[in-house]
């Protein structure tokens, strides 16, 4: 059981270039979240998605695009990288408890992507 | 996004207890959770509190007071492998989270 995966784990990017992280859950999860970590700050949601087909903005949603064509994935896609978007980004999911509507309270983490913009 | 507050740094001894306050915006919020995070790991799920009252898991409790707009996370017999970063996190409405800026906990022998 993978739980959530990230790819690609590291990727150094020039300003202006563009790329796509991906996100795959193999849980089944209902719900899954863009974040990026900067050193000394806590995890800021970038954009999430409560089910196929539908995204929504987080707190630092500018400069980032986000698909979920797939219940299993999500992508974050960069179109122009900026050296701001310097980071670590954590891709996670959750889910409704079993029968119900009710979130959990559960995030599942991927490991990470690093990403630099030079 | 909702503002959830916390100390950016504790330190305490091995063997010894150590509280993790985290104070955080009432409107549309649903529960509390807590993740650890070792340096360069990713976040791992501690526990979550939709009601008031103490959750135990183990060496680890978690707190919350809704009236108070307070939780806080509970650390009992410290090991220097709890040396790491402690977050919480907030469930809003539209199944969002959203997290405080950490804590780092410091166990020294």
């Known amino acids: 059981n993978a739980g959530v995966t990230q790819t690609p784990k590291f990727r150094v990017l020039k300003t202006g270039q563009s790329m796509t992280l991906l996100c795959a859950q193999d849980?089944?999860?209902?719900?899954m979240y863009w974040y990026r970590q900067d050193p000394g700050m806590g995890l800021r949601l970038i954009h999430y998605?409560?089910?196929?087909?539908?995204?929504a903005k987080g707190e630092v949603p500018d400069g980032y695009n986000v698909s979920r064509l797939k219940k299993q994935n999500f992508l974050l896609g960069l179109e122009s990288a900026a050296p701001s978007q310097t980071s670590v980004y954590f891709c996670?999911?959750?889910?409704?408890?079993?029968?119900?509507?009710?979130?959990?309270?559960?995030?599942?983490f991927g490991e990470g992507s690093r990403l630099t913009v030079l | 996004g909702q503002s959830l507050e916390q100390p950016s740094e504790v330190t305490a001894v091995e063997g010894a207890i150590v509280q993790i306050n985290c104070t955080y915006q009432?409107?549309?919020?649903?529960?509390l959770s807590w993740y650890q995070q070792h340096d360069g790991g990713a976040p791992t799920f501690l526990s979550y509190?939709?009601?008031?009252g103490l959750e135990e898991t183990g060496r680890f409790s978690s707190f919350l007071s809704r009236s108070d707009s307070y939780g806080y996370l509970l650390l009992q017999e410290l090991q220097m492998k709890d040396s790491a970063s402690y977050f919480c996190?907030?469930?809003?409405?539209?199944?969002?989270?959203?997290f405080g800026s950490g804590t780092k906990l410091n166990v020294k022998p």
């Open positions: 996670a999911s959750s889910t409704p408890a079993s029968g119900g509507t009710i979130n959990t309270g559960e995030l599942f």
């Open positions: 509190n939709a009601l008031d």
């Open positions: 009432t409107s549309g919020f649903y529960g």
């Open positions: 998605s409560v089910g196929e087909g539908t995204t």
């Open positions: 849980m089944n999860h209902e719900y």
């Open positions: 996190a907030g469930l809003y409405n539209f199944n969002k989270f959203y």
